[in-house]
């Protein structure tokens, strides 16, 4: 009977709205319903910032799930506030300033609050601004796995995130008189704010460990609650070395966010699974995760599924065999034709094609190329031209996504808030065929005869190999010499003057954002900036862009500087990735974001349409 009941509760919170306020952990879950997900890669941290940690997508979907923030983006591109946790409020626009605070009832699955101490921990690890400057990391990076091992006592450094907003906050934050707050001063506004500063790991665990604070007695259950007195005692230790800039405690502190929540092989000490958001991790095997419910969750992302299991299955034909088997339920797997056709065979399996934001794309180099020759704006708009981006969508995408389109926006992707509006006059109907006579016609304007262009991709993309070829022929109707610059170490040679001309490859926009337009698109972005883009025009609507939240105005920019990229033949956006998703008939409201956690991006809305989903193995 309780199965009976607690689905019929699900049903009553899911007609509360998608939010699913008011209904607590205990409401929720379903009793004994289970969730096996077939995923690639292998989790091999808990803490996805580190440098090592962020080597694994797969590192990043746990703690996602596992974690709480401020606000968090859906399926649409767009913000979603997670006022159960918490609020981030502008105290200040000069000095751009925020309060973060935490609700009240946010709390840690060992028993401990969520408290400022964790946002001090994420802004000291992500921010850089505790680090010993000009320290030479390579004598301590590994240079097998990548890690970074133990620095001395009298360095600090955490490796951590850059980029991502905390770095313009270069001072200390201010911990509220409440225990739950941090106001920070940022140096100049920051668009990304809501997102951020976050908890990642719990400051009075990495506390503990750094500063041989023990959170229970030694002969207590790692898995048990930790003491309350001593959490706290740790929590203040970290406030403390912060406030003082004690290099010693900062030091260890930083080793052990550094390090200390890799996997090494064994099963991770349980006080390292201490989570706070919808799930936690109650097991780590080889090649598989299990996450189950956080019964001391109580914010607005309660899940209905009990148990959701992680299984590693890179091999296509396993993944069809485990979905006939009964052993998987959902999977996104690389998209293939021959792999859609096959998992649509299996009995109860519902297979959806779509697309994700990371697009494929061609950007042709202003200066430093090998031919130096798109220095000329009219031999730039001949090879556009003549790139066949309707013949590379229908061979390299449509077998695997019959309705795919054309992607026309470099900065905006379809389904976003003015895509429709900004292709209908961005300049991009012009480049929807390929056109010789038009080529011809600006070459011979330029005084340029058999123009070599050199094209720099990944030869073990077996599609970029592709493309490659489809465009090589394309261009020759034009008079073009398309050469090949492929390389295996393709994506280090981004960017380096003389060695090509044009670059085949995807940008992975799953962090859409005004931080990322500017990345790219501004002329003194020594981020990502790889073409030599040069525009004071362009740069001018960048930091408009760049200088305001408000939704309205950061579209009008936008749609600008996307019309300005199309009339300086830029390059060419060509379609966006394909994505296969597989999910069985005994889970329900299985839904996939463009963004990076995919079909993961909501699992806690996920219902199970039979009360256990895959059996247990």
């Not at 077939?38 to 440098?51: D, F, H």
């Not at 992680?310 to 006939?324: A, S, Y």
């Not at 061609?362 to 704006?377: I, P, R, T, Y």
């Amino acid at each position: 009977m309780r199965i009976l009941r607690t689905v019929a509760v699900v049903a009553a919170c899911a007609v509360a709205g998608a939010a699913l306020v008011g209904c607590t952990q205990q409401d929720r879950v379903v009793d004994g319903s289970r969730a096996t997900v077939a995923v690639s890669g292998t989790l091999t941290s808990l803490n996805p910032n580190s440098s090592y940690g962020r080597a694994s997508t797969l590192n990043a979907d746990v703690a996602y799930l596992t974690g709480s923030a401020f606000a968090y983006p859906d399926a649409g591109y767009a913000l979603v506030d997670d006022t159960s946790f918490g609020t981030a409020q502008v105290t200040s626009e000069d000095p751009f300033t925020v309060r973060y605070t935490i609700a009240d009832d946010a709390t840690w699955s060992d028993g401990v609050p969520v408290t400022a101490a964790d946002l001090m921990l994420a802004w000291a690890a992500n921010s850089g601004a505790l680090d010993t400057p000009d320290v030479d990391l390579e004598p301590y990076v590994d240079a097998a796995t990548g890690r970074l091992g133990e620095l001395p006592a009298d360095v600090v450094h955490f490796d951590g995130a850059r980029g991502r907003g905390l770095e313009l906050a270069t001072q200390a934050p201010q911990p509220g008189a409440d225990g739950r707050s941090l106001v920070l001063r940022f140096d100049e506004f920051t668009s990304g704010w809501r997102t951020a500063l976050a908890p990642g790991l719990p400051a009075h665990v990495v506390a503990s460990r750094a500063l041989g604070l023990p959170l229970r007695d030694a002969d207590a259950d790692p898995a048990s609650d930790a003491d309350p007195k001593a959490a706290r005692t740790a929590q203040d230790a970290l406030l403390d070395a912060v406030a003082d800039r004690d290099t010693a405690a900062l030091s260890a502190i930083a080793n052990v966010w550094n390090g200390g929540y890799d996997l090494t092989g064994a099963a991770p000490d349980a006080e390292l699974l201490v989570a706070n958001g919808p799930y936690r991790v109650t097991a780590v095997s080889d090649g598989s995760v299990t996450l189950g419910a956080n019964p001391r969750y109580r914010g607005s992302r309660a899940p209905a599924i009990e148990t959701i299991v992680l299984d590693t299955v890179e091999d296509p034909d396993e993944l069809v065999r485990r979905f006939r088997e009964g052993r998987v339920d959902v999977a996104s797997p690389a998209p293939d034709a021959e792999l859609a056709s096959a998992l649509a065979e299996v009995g109860g399996v519902t297979v959806r094609a779509g697309t994700e934001a990371t697009f494929e794309h061609l950007d042709l180099q202003f200066a430093d190329s090998k031919s130096g020759l798109f220095g000329d704006a009219r031999v730039r708009e001949a090879f556009l031209h003549v790139v066949p981006r309707q013949q590379l969508l229908d061979e390299l995408v449509a077998p695997v996504q019959a309705d795919a389109a054309l992607l026309d926006s470099f900065v905006l992707r379809p389904g976003a808030e003015g895509y429709e509006e900004t292709i209908a006059r961005n300049g991009s109907a012009d480049y929807q065929s390929t056109d010789v006579d038009a080529a011809v016609r600006l070459l011979e304007e330029a005084g340029v005869t058999s123009p070599e262009v050199c094209i720099l991709y990944d030869p073990a993309d077996a599609r970029r190999v592709a493309a490659f070829g489809l465009i090589q022929a394309s261009a020759a109707r034009a008079g073009f010499r398309v050469t090949d610059c492929s390389r295996a170490d393709w994506s280090g040679m981004l960017g380096v003057a003389g060695a090509y001309d044009a670059a085949l490859f995807a940008w992975d926009t799953t962090r859409l954002g005004p931080a990322a337009v500017a990345a790219v698109f501004r002329s003194d972005s020594a981020v990502a900036n790889l073409n030599h883009f040069s525009d004071p025009a362009a740069d001018e609507l960048v930091d408009r862009i760049t200088g305001t939240d408000d939704a309205g105005e950061q579209v009008d920019g936008l749609r600008e500087l996307d019309a300005l990229l199309w009339s300086d033949a830029y390059g060419l956006p060509l379609f966006a990735h394909p994505t296969l998703t597989a999910v069985s008939d005994r889970i329900g409201g299985v839904t996939r974001s463009p963004l990076a956690r995919g079909v993961l991006w909501d699992a806690w809305a996920w219902e199970p349409v039979t009360p256990s989903a895959s059996p247990e193995p």
